[in-house]
């Protein structure tokens, strides 16, 4: 099992990298592609089936797939950014190297702890929910009930990132002739007029 | 809970009603031309959300030193959630009035620009009374959002765009910290709630043991929450967005940015500081001087708010710069630590939301208010203009017998008896180099070079005040100069909010 662990996690993290490094962006969206796939494996190892499925369905069919069409639709050319490369390595690099140490700093001192603590949270009840459910229910259960706060903010958010796109790219012009459909029904009988063809 | 039900119901309500009621008038008004009838539509959603306000304003509950929480804990009601919404009602009240003026200006003509604000102002609520890591999520990324957009609104000018981009990349990496932070403490606590993490803290107060088991992961958690909170307030490592997105964005946008959100913020920074962490910041880490970030961004703050304003040329950049000045100040209330620490910050906080509706009610009556130089000649151009500009910058100045001095006096006063000289001598320093700058704009309007006559009659028609800005003006105006008269309700409602946390 960890080995497995190992070969996906590691797959993600190479072809994490190489999104960012590879110069064709249709490649790049491919190997965003691959990283995704690689989570959703690294989710259905943890045992959250759903989860893993809703991520490939979202992030490969939906979000990667929109990717890839605009990169082609907009005819990317490769980019010389290669030039730069060099100039951020040693601030990228420090600012890893932070990183990494911070994350060594926890791992070493508490590892066993972690899961001491978050298995006390569980209540007996809750355990027995994800013994003898299927993981969707159980999501469900605690999505409509417990946390249905959340769910409707959420459902808020959505509705301001789709007035926010339509404010934002939606322009009126004056000029163009749009079917008026309200306009349509509204006409009335004398507005229409019977125009007979011109005969020669 | 009433005020956001009420508020969710009036955003669809109104939303319908402006994505229909140009049509209808179409086809009942064929005469008017559809700009004549989008600007109506403004000014009917306006007052529609400015009165929905006002109705929010009355559902707000009274708990009178109580607190409730609920939806399963992800919320908490109290005195301190109660007050702070009231203030976020009337100051986005007062910003509606200024936008609405800025829209007779610049004809911006969209509907969804006030019912953006609305949403963030719900954002806002949430946000003020989140109970749980997971609402306090989803509340700022709420509020956030539609800043983000509404910073971008102006889409013909490239700056508002830019000003867009650049706070929508910057507050997704801050977003992206929190989210860290949140899941850090989850990750060593087990929990995401606020009550639950308290008992976790206090018992850890008590047992050495369980101390020992999560203190440095929790702890770098805690850093990175604080870490995505400060970003939003715009405290100095993380203050580089504020002076291109407050310049770029336009005005009546300004406004709201530097009005509205971060009493909300520093609402749910000092929920975290000062009950959930309370025992591991102030009482574990004290003596291992890991509050020194928050010393050390309140320093920061202060000292670039003070030398990055001097240089400035653009009235808005300035205004910027003396918001992170401001954050500042009130970050010495927070890592203070002590009960008057947080009456001084949230007394503060109240004042600058007023100087700040003030200022902004000022510089949206001028026709350009770009630059410094378009304040030349105010004084001769409508010196009553220029006097209340006057009082509202010696107040913000900090000036003896005005509101701004008094709130800087009790800061000092707090910091000074939990012994933090440091943040006093430089906030005391900073406060005479930022006196300068003000005292700038104050010589720009009174004491430039005599303007012809043609020059001043051209100025005063380009000025324009609406009668509700004069109102505000007015309000503001008499507030500032006759606080020293009657403080004590401000510190009645401060001394409340300060006890509903420390309890």
Redesign the interface.
């Known amino acids: 099992m960890i080995e497995l662990f190992y070969i996906f996690s590691g797959l993600a993290l190479v072809s994490a990298l190489l999104v960012i490094t590879s110069r064709n962006p249709i490649h790049s969206v491919l190997f965003l592609i691959l990283v995704f796939c690689n989570v959703s494996a690294l989710i259905l190892m943890l045992g959250a089936e759903f989860m893993a499925m809703i991520f490939l369905i979202v992030y490969v069919g939906a979000i990667a797939v929109l990717f890839l069409f605009v990169v082609m639709m907009l005819n990317v050319k490769i980019s010389e950014y290669r030039d730069n490369y060099i100039y951020y390595v040693p601030i990228g690099g420090f600012i890893s190297l932070i990183f990494l140490f911070e994350i060594f700093m926890i791992l070493d001192l508490q590892n066993n702890q972690i899961n001491a603590i978050n298995v006390l949270t569980l209540s007996s009840y809750e355990k027995l929910q994800l013994d003898y459910m299927t993981n969707i229910e159980v999501l469900g259960e605690i999505l409509y009930t417990d946390y249905f706060y959340c769910f409707i903010i959420s459902g808020m958010i959505l509705l301001v990132s789709m007035i926010g796109a339509i404010v934002l790219t939606l322009y009126k012009k004056k000029h163009v002739k749009r079917q008026e459909i309200a306009q349509q029904v509204y006409a009335q009988m004398d507005g229409i007029r019977l125009v007979t063809p011109i005969q020669k | 809970m009433y005020p956001e039900i009420f508020l969710?119901a009036t955003?669809c309500v109104l939303?319908v009603y402006g994505a229909f009621a140009p049509?209808m008038s179409?086809?009942s008004h064929k005469r008017k031309t559809?700009s004549i009838i989008n600007n109506n539509l403004f000014f009917n959603i306006s007052w529609l959300v400015i009165f929905s306000l006002t109705i929010a304003l009355f559902l707000l509950p009274a708990v009178n030193g109580s607190s409730v929480t609920i939806?399963?804990n992800?919320?908490i009601v109290d005195d301190l959630t109660t007050i702070v919404k009231g203030i976020i009602l009337i100051s986005s009240i007062a910003t509606l009035f200024i936008s609405m003026a800025y829209v007779k200006k610049e004809s911006i003509n969209?509907f969804?620009?006030t019912?953006?604000l609305l949403?963030a102002i719900?954002?806002l609520f949430?946000l003020v009374s989140s109970n749980d890591l997971?609402?306090l999520y989803?509340?700022i990324?709420?509020q956030s959002?539609?800043l983000?957009?509404v910073a971008?609104?102006k889409?013909d000018s490239e700056h508002s765009v830019e000003a867009g981009l650049k706070y929508f990349v910057l507050g997704a990496l801050s977003s992206g910290l929190l989210l860290f932070g949140s899941a850090?403490i989850y990750?060593?606590?087990?929990?995401t709630n606020f009550d639950?993490l308290l008992l976790l803290n206090l018992s850890s107060n008590l047992d050495q043991a369980v101390t020992t088991?999560?203190?440095?992961?929790f702890l770098?958690g805690i850093v990175f929450l604080s870490f995505g909170l400060l970003f939003k307030l715009a405290a100095v490592p993380f203050h580089m967005w504020a002076p291109d997105v407050y310049e770029g964005s336009p005005t009546s946008v300004t406004a709201f940015f530097a009005i509205v959100p971060k009493i909300a913020i520093l609402a749910v920074f000092t929920r975290l500081y000062f009950t959930v962490f309370y025992d591991i910041i102030y009482i574990h880490l004290q003596s291992q001087g890991s509050i020194v970030f928050l010393n050390f961004c309140a320093i920061g703050s202060m000292v670039v708010g003070a030398f990055g304003a001097l240089k400035q040329h653009k009235i808005k950049r300035l205004l910027a710069y003396s918001a992170i000045g401001h954050m500042g100040y009130m970050l010495i209330g927070i890592s203070t630590g002590t009960l008057e620490g947080l009456e001084a910050l949230f007394i503060y906080i109240i004042i600058y939301i007023i100087m700040t509706i003030g200022t902004f009610s000022v510089v949206i009556s001028l026709r350009k208010s770009k630059n410094i130089s378009d304040l030349n000649g105010l004084n001769q151009a409508n010196p009553l203009l220029a006097f209340s500009l006057a009082i509202i910058l010696f107040s913000t100045a900090g000036i003896p017998p005005l509101a701004g001095f008094f709130s800087k006096l009790f800061l000092f006063f707090s910091a000074m008896s939990s012994s933090m000289y440091l943040l006093v001598i430089v906030g005391i320093f900073t406060s005479i180099v930022g006196c300068f700058y003000y005292l700038r704009l104050i010589k720009v309007a009174y004491f430039s070079q005599q303007l012809s006559l043609s020059d001043t009659r051209y100025l005063f028609k380009s000025i324009f005040v609406t009668k509700e800005i004069s109102i505000l003006l007015g309000i503001v105006f008499f507030w500032l100069i006759l606080f020293i008269f009657y403080p004590s309700p401000l510190f009645v409602v401060a001394h409340k909010i300060a006890l509903a946390l420390c309890v």
């Open positions: 969710t955003i939303l049509k179409t086809i559809q939806f399963n992800l919320l969209a969804e620009f019912l953006l949403l719900l954002g949430c997971i609402s989803l509340a990324e709420l959002l539609c983000y957009v971008a609104f889409r850090l990750a060593y606590t087990g929990t639950q088991s999560f203190h440095t992961g770098i």
